[in-house]
């Protein structure tokens, strides 16, 4: 076996019998400094390998931080040193008991020799199971659920109370956070931006947003001559153009209170306590927890985003802040595409009346043509 520091990988294959041979292939762990890539083909050992050298490194008392988006990788805390059926016991997929036709107790006994007889075979007993299990205390996060210990990744943008002078670190990491944000919303402000055409802009913005912030439903809502009209939508109700066209009373809808104070209002429940009847609606489509914040450039109130999901008090802090944010920079976007609108609107109907006086005064060549055909048919007559 090899020292603490040197990662013990298993051994050399014999290229004559396919079959591991006597040498040890062991890798310093002072040659891992910085980074690696295990490459290969599904199912070509991958898995099996990094396994070894998270084993191998936490036996050497090195800390060991797994981010393990396909889940395959909690399996490392399953160590038994015993090797016993009944510590197997718990951990055997019943399926797979199934499968092969016997009860899950066989089953799991199976296992356990299996583990017992392939660990052996690699000069691997109970002593050093036991010592790779006192090496590391494993807790299991779970971000966004709360089967191990929960995790909140984005944490909370508000202003910590923390110093430069003892927590420069923690600070940065907040700063950090803010940044992020700062660039998800300038991402979606330039999605938006990127056509004067409201549908192919809006399509652009809601595929950004999705990105980095899901919802079930996404509307815009501009103040318009007194009404609020949802000038665009996604999600659900957006085939239903009842839903797409809303014009009410700008005082009966959530814009009112935000043209009022100007600050984000958030509904954890529209079913439960809808407070006004566009809520109603809204939650007549499925949907619950809603954060509407204000579209506003310099001051001024223009319109409201509204962003809603399916689940109850389904926001998290950071992202009504993150809407607050996204209603702020997107407002400068839809104000050129208004004017942009109210130019083309104007310029169509410059046209139209071009059209209109064209049509009124027939051309002086075919008024002559008239007449001269006049004069010769009387000619004729004569
Ligand atoms: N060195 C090895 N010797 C013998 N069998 C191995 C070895 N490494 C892995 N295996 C076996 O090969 C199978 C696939 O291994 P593993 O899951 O590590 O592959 P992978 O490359 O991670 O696959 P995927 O691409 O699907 O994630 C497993 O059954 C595993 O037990
Ligand atoms: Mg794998």
Redesign the pocket.
Known sequence: MADRGSFHL?YEIDPKTGKPGADEVVVGSSDLTTHGVVV????????????VLLEEALLSGIPVLVLDP?G?MANLALVFPDLAPESFRPWVSEAEAQAAGVSVDEYAAKQATIWREGLASNGIGPERLQALKDAADVTIYTPGSTAGVPLNVVGSLQAPPLSWDTDAEALRDEMGRHADQLEIVNRCARALSSSLELGEAFHRFVQEVRSALPFDRLALVLADGGRARVIADAGLGEEEPQHSEWMRPVSETVLGELLRDGTTIVNDDMAESPRYPEELEIAGLGLRSRVAAPLSLAGRTLGAISVSRVDPAAFTRDEVHLVTLLGRQVATAIENMRAFEAERAAGEELRRLSALRAASLPDVGSVIAQIEASLVNRGQNR
């Open positions: 298993g290969g083909m599904t199912g070509s050992g991958k898995t099996g390998l990094a396994v396909k395959d």
